[in-house]
C-alpha cells in the first residue's frame, strides 16, 4: 500500500466519532476526545440539529477545526439507508454542502457511500480532489455480511470511482461472518492500489476492530466521547488491546 494519507509504521489508526446536536455539544465531545490523542476525528453531520443551514454547519466546522489540536477531520454525513440519521437534506444538497467543506480548511477527509449516484460521486471526487481532500468511499450493510464477492465488488468499485481509501462496514450474524469480512480485507489489499478500511460491526465483530489491521485494514473507529456504530470500542481499552495483539505478534 502507498499512501500520503497513511504511514504504514503507524497502522492502525483510530478514529472517533463527532455526533452531537449542536455546536456547543460537539465542543464538549471534542475536549473529551482531544485529551484521548485519536489520529482521526469523524464528524457525523447528520446528527447536526441545523445541518440544512450551511453557514451554521461551516461555523460549526470551524469552531471543530480550532479545537482539534491539529487532529484531521473526517467529514460524514451518513445516509438513513446505511445506518445514519434521517435528514432534510436532498442528496444534490448534501453534494453541494461537502462541497462546501471540501473548499475550507476544516476538515481533511470526506466519506461518501457508493450507493449514490455515479453523476454525484464524480462531483464529489472532482471537488475532494481539487482542494486536496483524501475521499473515502464507503459501502455499509447493517442487515448481514454478503457473500465475498460482493464485498469485493463494493471495494473494487470505490477504485474505480478513484477513491483514496475503500471503506466497507458490514454486519456479522455469527462467528464465520467476521472471518470473511476479515479474508476480504487480506484479499481486497492484494488486489487495490489504495489503502482498505474494513469493519466487521456489533458485539460479534468487535475483535475486528482490533485485529484488522493484522489483515491490512488501514483505520478502526473507537468510542472517544459517544458511540457512533455497534460494536466501538472505547478507545483507551481499544490502544492497549491493539499494543497487546501487536507486541504478541512480534511486531
Excluded at 2 to 29: A, M
Excluded at 172 to 182: E, S
Aim: with cysteine; hydrophobic share 40%.
Amino acid at each position: 500500500m502507498k499512501s500520503r494519507w497513511f504511514n504504514e509504521e503507524k497502522l492502525p489508526y483510530i478514529c472517533t466519532p463527532l455526533i452531537g446536536k449542536n455546536t456547543d455539544e460537539l465542543i464538549g465531545e471534542l475536549t473529551s476526545i482531544v485529551s484521548k490523542k485519536p489520529d482521526v476525528i469523524e464528524w457525523r453531520v447528520d446528527f447536526y440539529e441545523n445541518i440544512a443551514d450551511f453557514n451554521e454547519v461551516l461555523a460549526a466546522a470551524q469552531a471543530i477545526y480550532e479545537n482539534s489540536d491539529g487532529i484531521p477531520i473526517l467529514f460524514t454525513i451518513r445516509s438513513d439507508r446505511e445506518g445514519g440519521e434521517s435528514i432534510s437534506l436532498s442528496e444534490e444538497d448534501k453534494v453541494e454542502l461537502i462541497s462546501e467543506l471540501c473548499k475550507s480548511r476544516f476538515i481533511a477527509m470526506v466519506d461518501y457511500e457508493l450507493s449514490n449516484e455515479p453523476s454525484n460521486i464524480q462531483r464529489v471526487r472532482e471537488v475532494s480532489r481539487e482542494h486536496g481532500k483524501a475521499l473515502v468511499m464507503s459501502y455499509h450493510n447493517f442487515g448481514c455480511t454478503p457473500k465475498k464477492p460482493e464485498i469485493l465488488k463494493q471495494i473494487l468499485l470505490a477504485e474505480f470511482y478513484g477513491a483514496d481509501v475503500a471503506k466497507a462496514s458490514v454486519m456479522p450474524v455469527d462467528k464465520q461472518d467476521v472471518l470473511t469480512l476479515l479474508e476480504v480485507t487480506r484479499e481486497a489489499v492484494d488486489m487495490l492500489t489504495i489503502p482498505v478500511l474494513t469493519i466487521s460491526m456489533g458485539a460479534l465483530g468487535s475483535m475486528s476492530r482490533v485485529m484488522g489491521w493484522m489483515y491490512g485494514s488501514v483505520m478502526t473507529f473507537a468510542v472517544g466521547a459517544n458511540s457512533s456504530a455497534p460494536g466501538q470500542i472505547p478507545i483507551d481499552d481499544l490502544r492497549q488491546m491493539i499494543a497487546m495483539a501487536k507486541r504478541f505478534a512480534g511486531e
